[in-house]
């Protein structure tokens, strides 16, 4: 099944040929884990359970880095598509504390592998 595709840098839909661009398949599924990733548990209206524990795990302070390997496995685990995961996820944060994580999973589509900037903060902005 394919959906509109986004660019995971900006966070913006991708255009191409004057209209919005499909994808479907492995990346699919790579987009769909990204997009897990950018929600913050709690703020999805309709399943409140969905998202990642930012602000209550992931950027408090003393939460142990096993913890937080944790949770991101589970987010990419529970990911429609995916498989198991074969290597990681290991998260690198830079001294801007930009963070990139990645991974490699065996999904429905074949092996994903996946590293790609992740943060917590919104992406979508109005211009």
């Avoid at 966070?11 to 499909?22: E, K, Q, S």
Wanted: aromatic content about 6%; some cysteine; charged content about 20%.
């Amino acid at each position: 099944m394919a959906q509109l595709s986004i660019d995971t840098t900006t966070g913006r839909l991708t255009v191409a040929d004057g209209g919005f661009a499909d994808c479907s398949g492995l990346e699919s599924i790579r987009q769909h884990v990204w997009l897990r990733l950018q929600i913050f548990l709690g703020e999805c209206a309709y399943d409140v359970g969905l998202g990642v524990p930012w602000i209550q795990e992931v950027v408090a302070s003393g939460t142990a880095p096993e913890r937080i390997a944790t949770i991101f496995r589970e987010t990419i685990i529970r990911t429609p598509g995916i498989t198991g995961i074969t290597s990681g996820p290991t998260l690198d944060v830079d001294d801007n504390r930009a963070m990139q994580l990645s991974f490699t999973a065996t999904t429905d589509e074949g092996l994903l592998v996946f590293s790609s900037p992740i943060s917590s903060k919104p992406v979508q902005e109005i211009d």
